[in-house]
């Protein structure tokens, strides 16, 4: 089972590198990788998930943050509105973005980063992905096409840049951290 000490954190280079697709259907080996980070999400929502497993809870991990370079990962989120997202995403694509932006107004967090980077990330508040979208329950992967908004876009292209080597501090406006354009609203959870 994984747990944090797994997960490679920013000073390991391989984390910049850009990932290679994934071959489908899925090789046993990928699937191995795909259920496991699967598994330390679900494992992050247990209670005491630090203690009993060393696990750092997240809503996100893509397959480059366990050392893997291919170009998958798993989201298990739930929205602003409480509505839970929980997949494989393999060999996604960004195939459109909106212009208006979108940011957490306490900022992103991520487990390959194990410290504090003030500052806001703005993303496209809504985009339209198309990916194979492995269902955990069934062992089903079938491309989609799907529009997204607010927290889980945001969560999505957290993770799709991982597969492109980039890290969300990255984002950050290096003069002014705290900078808000004019066209991005924060999201608001209920
Ligand atoms: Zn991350």
Known sequence: MLNYNDIIKDDNKDLRLKCEPV???????????????????????????????????????????????????????????DVEYHFGVINPKIISYSEELTYLPSGEGCLSVDRV???????????????DYYDFETGKCERITARLKNYIAVVFQHEYDHLNGILFYDHINKDNPMYVPENSTPIKFK
């Open 23 to 81: 071959d489908l259907p899925l090789s046993s080996e990928d699937l191995s990788y795909l259920l496991s980070m699967n598994e330390y999400l679900e494992k992050g929502y247990e209670e005491d998930s630090e203690k009993k497993y060393n696990i750092r809870p997240g809503v996100g991990i893509a397959a480059p943050q366990i050392d893997v370079l291919k170009r998958m990962f798993v989201i298990f989120a739930y929205d602003e509105n």
């Open 117 to 131: 980077c003030q500052g806001l990330i703005h993303r496209p508040k809504r985009i339209k992905v198309e990916f």
